[in-house]
């Protein structure tokens, strides 16, 4: 299961990547849509203009995305020795706390109307000779342009799962929760035509905490996974699977007494480092070799692997005795 230079993916997974791609280009292409009609129509309501700033915001991840692929595919050299998957997990942390700041400064926006009893209106246009109340386009609007998203979401989870792309997943869930939004903007737009101009003032409020939310969620993701710690799943399962298949593998070598995984991401690959405690104390360089050469072909996450022996196991590792 080797990759081609630079890529570092086998061809499946390459063709998912290429998937992916497409599919940031043509959200990007879609949110700069949905952009600029809603600016045509946004109006007083404080609702719709949160919605707004959540559409320009939902591209962040997808650039963010798009930026780090153009890295991944550099090879790993002198000055770089474990290569530029990472910069998947930088691009995570920025699109996550612009994310979290922006939500802040939406969700104070909203209190501040709710304190100030802030009572937007919503006026009238001239639509093909006929007066109407300019809520209907807003409503019908937002109603229209959320199904494009709910697909783009789920057939973005679709790719990121078996790319273990943890910025793709960010941008996917992102993705498949715009009806929300657009539902809370229409609740809004809704309750400044029957009187309930609170309604538009809380409607904001729930957008800014979803997004509020999701720069959270994802900020913290990025984070932890920086900060070295052990790789985890897609969802956040501790440990990640590839883990447990490597810790079954070791347990199956007739010279290994017992071993122990050290494992960190690498953005949507795996740094692992195998310790291992030798049933005769000692090891020769073949046997190392073919340990590794198995391990890599367990999956393709397992991006760069080193066996090390050693005559006791690091004490904060979980030890797994052979079972021969």
């Not at 890295?71 to 979290?100: D, E, F, N």
């Not at 959270?216 to 070295?228: E, G, V």
């Not at 020769?284 to 367990?298: A, F, G, P």
Request: charged share 20%.
């Amino acid at each position: 299961m080797k990759s081609s230079p630079g890529t570092h993916l086998p061809n499946e997974q390459k063709q998912q990547m290429r998937r992916a791609a497409k599919l940031e280009w043509i959200s990007i292409g879609y949110a700069a849509c949905t952009i600029t009609l809603v600016a045509l129509i946004v109006g007083n309501s404080q609702a719709m203009r949160t919605a707004w700033v959540e559409d320009m915001l939902s591209v962040l991840p997808q650039l963010a995305f798009l930026i780090a692929l153009s890295w991944t595919r550099k090879p790993r050299k002198a000055s770089h020795p474990y290569g530029y998957h990472r910069s998947m997990g930088a691009g995570h942390l920025v699109a996550g706390v612009a994310l979290l700041v922006v939500g802040a400064m939406l969700a104070y926006e909203s209190i501040s109307a709710l304190v100030k009893m802030e009572h937007p209106t919503i006026g009238t246009i001239n639509l093909f000779g006929h007066t109407i109340w300019q809520g209907w386009p807003m409503i019908i609007v937002m109603a229209v342009i959320v199904i494009p998203a709910v697909i783009l979401g789920r057939l973005k989870i679709k790719v990121a799962k078996p790319l273990h792309n943890k910025l793709l997943y960010a941008d996917s869930k992102m993705a498949k929760a715009d009806w929300q939004t657009n539902a809370a903007s229409i609740v809004g737009v809704a309750g400044i035509g029957i009187g309930l101009w609170w309604l538009d003032a809380v409607a904001a409020l729930l957008i800014s905490c979803g997004i509020l939310k999701d720069g959270w969620d994802n900020t913290r993701s990025a984070i932890t996974d920086l900060l070295d710690r052990r790789s985890t799943g897609l969802d956040g399962t501790d440990p990640h699977p590839l883990v447990t298949r490597i810790e079954d593998q070791m347990t199956h070598l007739d010279w290994v007494k017992e071993s122990a995984v050290r494992s960190r991401e690498l953005g949507q690959v795996q740094h692992i480092e195998v310790f291992v405690v030798p049933r005769t104390g000692e090891v020769n360089v073949k046997q190392i070799t073919s340990t590794v050469d198995e391990l890599k072909d367990i999956d393709w996450p397992a991006y760069d692997v080193v066996v090390i022996p050693v005559d006791e196991l690091p004490d904060y590792l979980d030890k797994v005795p052979a079972n021969n």
